[in-house]
């Protein structure tokens, strides 16, 4: 098996475990999606595996850029 297509599947791998674990936190379920809570499902997605060894990653404070005036 090639090198890249190892690589893509783990990745793919990684990327499904940390969906799972935020569905699991029900990420998902919340009708009023927040800046914050965008932030936490993409930090857990991306923590993958990791999130089953206790990590547990949270954004404390969103700030959007404000368009100029």
Same mark, same amino acid.
């Given at each position: 098996?090639?090198?890249?297509? $190892?690589?893509? !599947? $783990? &990745?793919? &791998?990684? $990327? =499904?475990?940390? &969906? =799972?674990? #935020?569905?699991?936190?029900?990420?998902?379920? !919340?009708?009023? /999606? !927040?800046? #914050?809570?965008?932030?936490?499902? #993409? =930090? !857990?997605?991306? #923590?993958?595996?990791?999130?089953?060894?206790? &990590?547990? /990653?949270?954004?404390?404070?969103?700030? $959007? /850029?404000?368009?100029?005036?």
């Amino acid at each position: 098996m090639r090198a890249g297509g $190892l690589i893509g !599947t $783990l &990745v793919l &791998v990684w $990327l =499904l475990i940390g &969906v =799972l674990a #935020a569905w699991q936190r029900d990420y998902f379920s !919340t009708a009023s /999606p !927040t800046c #914050a809570r965008a932030g936490d499902i #993409a =930090l !857990t997605v991306l #923590a993958g595996p990791l999130n089953y060894a206790g &990590v547990n /990653p949270k954004v404390g404070e969103c700030r $959007l /850029p404000e368009p100029s005036q």
